[in-house]
């Protein structure tokens, strides 16, 4: 099983809708990190959180730590948030210390 | 500040060749990262510099080799290229390891044939 899960692996939905991308994880993390891949593959950090919530624009990230839980979350999707979405999870300490990546969330905003 | 460059952006190789893949950045990062990216995979670490003269082993560091001689630059050097190295390869930079964002270069992407 692989310590950063994240769901669904692909997501297609109109334009407008709410949007809910998943990411769970099995090992103690110091921080989680969202980050966005354009089509053209350029990778771009959204958010980095470690416990809470954190908005930017119409993106929400939210983390429970207790469940190991994180949810990235879009309000009005439009065509150009189509992109894959990717968690990471920052676990262990100093030399240990290691970032963790999901294989990512492939999402598709139609017109 | 022009953050993170990579080049080249694209490179065909054949296999047991070698190559450099240049990355650089200008804004004063400790760490730096060599990242590379199969399809349908999450990222995996090659090699991480926490600064000049000092490199560390990642997740995936066979058949690559790599030098921190600048702040600045951070190559990856491919010694003899096999075809399992076919992937896209990012580099990144961050002020910190443990709690800044990593930033990004555009990545290349590699074909050994």
């Known amino acids: 099983k692989n310590e950063v899960e994240q769901s669904p692996q692909n997501l297609t939905a109109q334009e407008g809708e709410f949007i809910t991308i998943n990411c769970s994880y099995s090992?103690?993390?110091?921080?989680l990190h969202w980050l966005q891949q354009h089509p053209g593959g350029g990778i771009v950090s959204l958010f980095m959180l470690s416990s809470g919530k954190k908005k930017h624009g119409r993106l929400i990230a939210t983390i429970n730590i207790q469940e190991k839980h994180s949810s990235l979350h879009i309000t009005a999707s439009h065509p150009r948030d189509s992109a894959v979405y990717i968690c990471?999870?920052?676990?262990?300490?100093?030399?240990?210390?290691?970032?963790?990546w999901g294989a990512g969330t492939k999402l598709i905003i139609k017109p | 500040n022009a953050g993170v460059t990579q080049t080249p952006k694209f490179r065909i190789l054949k296999i047991g060749q070698s190559m450099t893949l240049q990355c650089a950045q200008d804004?004063?990062?400790?760490?730096m990262y060599w990242y590379r990216q199969d399809p349908g995979m999450g990222l995996k670490l090659i090699y991480y510099?926490?600064?000049?003269?000092?490199?560390d082993k990642g997740e995936v560091p066979n058949g690559y080799n790599v030098s921190r001689s600048t702040t600045e630059d951070f190559p990856l050097r491919l010694e003899l290229a096999a075809p399992s190295q076919t992937s896209v390869y990012f580099c990144a930079s961050s002020r910190d390891y443990h709690t800044y964002e990593q930033y990004f270069g555009p990545g290349t992407r590699l074909t050994v044939t």
């Open positions: 990471a999870v920052g676990s262990g300490m100093d030399s240990n210390y290691q970032l963790i």
């Open positions: 804004m004063n990062h400790n760490y």
């Open positions: 510099s926490v600064g000049a003269g000092i490199t």
């Open positions: 090992v103690g993390i110091s921080a």
